[in-house]
């Protein structure tokens, strides 16, 4: 149990994991119309991460927005002049993390979708929701966003470091499965 507590001490709370599969890219990007109508606004996370951040709390990551489906964590969730880009661990010691990190490798998935309440909107006469602020309360990997541009970053540009970490993890799952 000491083992346990020291691989896995956090002192913001009790809990530091550091194993996991790096990912990153952009949940929102501002301006672009999504499948809903709804157009993000520069700024609109703004307090919300604040607020988070605050509080000591942390937007989730889950699997395709499934309160029941945590599969890692997001260690950095900014907004910059594009959209709002996150940077995370999923997490292999977690069932659905370990499909996560397998389907991703296959490239069977690779969006990524955020989970928020609307607290100010507004439309337009071109049948748009104008998102001014949320509170933002994850960002899953989903099969299909509704905001087709919301990736994982993919192979070949500079985050491919985090891909090969993410194929040599997949090699290793299913080299400890045929071990078994």
Do not use: N
Request: charged share 30%; proline share 3%.
């Amino acid at each position: 149990m000491q083992e346990l507590e020291r691989k896995f001490h956090r002192p913001d709370a009790g809990l530091d994991v550091t194993d996991g599969v790096v990912v990153s890219g952009y949940a929102s990007l501002f301006g672009k119309r999504d499948q809903g109508g709804d157009v993000v606004l520069k700024g609109a996370y703004a307090a919300s991460l604040k607020a988070l951040a605050a509080g000591g709390r942390r937007v989730k990551m889950l699997w395709q927005h499934d309160p029941a489906q945590p599969i890692g964590v997001w260690e950095e969730v900014r907004e910059d002049a594009t959209g709002l880009w996150v940077k995370g661990r999923i997490l292999a010691d977690v069932a659905r993390g370990r499909e996560a990190v397998a389907l991703l490798g296959a490239g069977a998935i690779d969006g990524l979708s955020i989970g928020y309440r609307t607290l100010r909107a507004e439309r337009d006469g071109k049948g748009q929701r104008l998102l001014s602020e949320v509170e933002l309360w994850e960002v899953s990997l989903v099969t299909f966003p509704m905001l087709p541009e919301a990736r994982v970053a993919a192979k070949g540009d500079a985050l491919a470091p985090d891909w090969q970490v993410l194929t040599e993890a997949l090699k290793a799952a299913r080299e400890s499965l045929a071990a078994r």
